[in-house]
């Protein structure tokens, strides 16, 4: 049952510390996940001992992780000193990966550190996201679409990045540009206690969702579900019962193809591809409630993506690059 209420978030953290003890080689993201349902029960006190637990175990497998995440319970927690003590350490230490530096980016912005906030996202793309490149990795969108809210709250003028931002976002939800969906005074009033300003935003809110709907009833594409290597080695790690649909990573990228060159040959139209990501596809589990483990999900999964605007068009244009991530161009790759 999906969790709705503190006690819930205890009885699935408690599952999840005993399932730790169980398979100790796989305790930092049962502990992790234990530590995020005990925040959302209120018990930050339980999830600051299971951050620390992972900081002092033997090389944990994201230092910078646990720690971001321990600083932004710690700031929730009323210890402030202590979270900005670990936000500055994982700002020397400049970690490669994405969701350290959005966890503390986010967290000093909720704090109304904004400037900080700005400087945390800008030290982060610096990093990550290499000048001009084109292919924007998944990951790091969220930094992009983060620092172009931030610099709006700031009122700075667009720049490079932000326009990076743009052309992202564009590419995914055309409907709403970002700078509509970050304007200040609508963030300022989402967090207002001022009941008409709520209620006028709520009725703004109210109109885009009509529009959404329209959007939805609009034919979206014939999606086959893609699992980049990670993710399946992943979701077949955690549900076994998926290795029959799923023998082999190459022949699941060749099935793929088949399938799409399958239905184009029967003169099926606007045909797509739909990247699937193990935490999205457990909550779309839940919100069916059912498990992950049901093979039956997974085509309503890609076709839910796909309504969302999620699906990326097959064939892929002319000398673009592969559909499978490889890197070579789709000639060359999967559609020699």
Not at 48 to 64: G, K
Not at 128 to 152: F, M, N, Q, W
Not at 316 to 334: I, L, T, V
């Amino acid at each position: 049952m999906r969790p709705d209420t503190p006690a819930d978030h205890i009885a699935e953290a408690e599952r999840l510390l005993r399932t730790a003890e169980q398979y100790p080689e796989d305790a930092e993201p049962l502990l992790l996940q234990a530590a995020a349902h005990l925040e959302l029960a209120g018990e930050r006190g339980r999830a600051s001992t299971l951050y620390d637990r992972l900081l002092a175990s033997e090389a944990p497998e994201h230092p910078q992780l646990v720690k971001a995440l321990q600083a932004a319970n710690l700031w929730e927690y009323g210890h402030e000193a202590e979270a900005r003590a670990l936000i500055n350490g994982i700002r020397t230490a400049a970690p490669t990966e994405a969701p350290p530096w959005e966890i503390i980016a986010e967290t000093l912005e909720h704090h109304d550190e904004l400037e900080a906030s700005h400087e945390c996202f800008s030290a982060a793309l610096s990093i990550l996201l290499a000048e001009g490149d084109e292919d924007v990795p998944y990951a790091t969108r969220s930094l992009l679409s983060g620092r172009h809210r931030v610099r709006r709250m700031l009122g700075l003028p667009h720049d490079e990045w932000d326009a990076t931002a743009d052309r992202v976002h564009a590419a995914h939800t055309p409907d709403v540009t970002l700078d509509e969906l970050h304007d200040p005074n609508r963030l300022w009033a989402l967090g207002s206690d001022n009941p008409a300003e709520l209620k006028a935003e709520i009725a703004r809110l109210r109109s885009e969702l009509g529009s959404y709907r329209s959007a939805l009833s609009r034919p979206f594409p014939v999606a086959v579900l893609h699992w980049p290597e990670a993710e399946l080695t992943e979701l077949l790690e955690a549900y076994p019962e998926l290795e029959s649909e799923y023998p082999t990573h190459a022949a699941h990228l060749t099935d793929i193809e088949a399938s799409l060159r399958d239905l184009a040959a029967t003169g099926t139209e606007n045909l797509g591809i739909v990247t699937a990501t193990v935490p999205s596809y457990e909550a779309f589990a839940a919100s069916e409630q059912s498990s992950p483990s049901n093979a039956d999900l997974l085509p309503q999964y890609a076709t839910t993506l796909a309504a969302r605007g999620r699906a990326a068009a097959w064939p892929p244009a002319r000398g673009a690059a592969c559909w499978c991530g490889s890197g070579r161009r789709y000639g060359e790759c999967h559609g020699a």
